[in-house]
């Protein structure tokens, strides 16, 4: 066990200290960024919210780099706050023209604060 322990170690030092591979300096660095939106829609607009409509939305998204993790919405359904990733708010806000949907605001929130 102490052979591989220490195999293991040697292997992740010297991939640390190699230097970048002729791919890693080719390969662009893309950094993504985490935003809420807020959105406002007419009352009974997400009723038809199903898989189809999620999966176009996805799509949609990706087009331009961005990922839906998840929405809140208001017991009425007229508002929801919706966490993205992205590589910039123009990114954010081109997703959302794509899609057809409204933004009040988008705040980049790169802070995780947990209970623990």
């Known amino acids: 066990?102490?052979?591989f322990a220490a195999l293991v170690?040697?292997?992740i030092?010297?991939?640390a200290f190699a230097g970048p591979t002729p791919d890693s300096?080719?390969?662009p660095v893309t950094t993504t960024h985490r935003y809420l939106i807020?959105?406002?829609f007419p009352a009974g607009a997400l009723e038809?919210?199903?898989a189809?409509?999620?999966q176009k939305?996805?799509?949609n998204n990706a087009s331009v780099g961005v990922r839906w993790i998840e929405s809140y919405a208001t017991p009425d359904k007229t508002k929801t706050y919706c966490l993205y990733e992205g590589p910039s708010e123009d990114a954010i806000r081109k997703a959302a023209e794509l899609n057809h949907l409204p933004v009040d605001s988008v705040v980049e929130v790169p802070v995780t604060l947990t209970p623990q």
């Open 25 to 27: 300096m080719s390969a």
């Open 38 to 40: 807020e959105r406002t």
């Open 9 to 11: 170690l040697s292997s």
């Open 57 to 59: 939305v996805n799509a």
């Open 52 to 54: 189809a409509t999620k």
């Open 1 to 3: 066990m102490k052979k």
């Open 13 to 15: 030092a010297f991939t």
């Open 48 to 50: 038809g919210l199903d």
